[in-house]
């Protein structure tokens, strides 16, 4: 398994985005979205168990992860049915948000 594969985005909009990189062996994927005043930010995180798993399902070839990604899953939509696949696969990943709106009720 490639241990490391650049940030790249699965989409890029004008509402925000979605980033994908492999760090370690570990994929974190970043969605960061912005809708008039507020700002959200949600984390992904996958273990090197998991993430060699999703690689394993999605690809015969680990070199073509980035391709695969893209072709499959780019975009808003795609990027929803990824996480489903993970969910219906058993792949397991730690979730964080920010919201600009939590910040507001301290």
Known sequence: MKNNIDNF??????????QIEIKDGCLEIFEHIFSGPMEKEIWYKFDKENT???????????????????????????????????KDSGIKYNYNSYSSMDSDFR
Do not use: A
């Not at 985005?9 to 979605?18: A, F, R, T, V």
């Not at 992860?65 to 990824?82: A, P």
């Open 9 to 18: 985005y699965l989409c890029k909009e004008d509402w925000g985005g979605i």
């Open 52 to 86: 060699e798993m999703l690689v394993q399902l999605l690809t015969e070839n680990e070199s073509k992860i980035e391709k695969t990604l893209k072709e499959k899953y780019s975009g808003l939509e795609g990027f929803n049915r990824l996480i489903d696949f993970c």
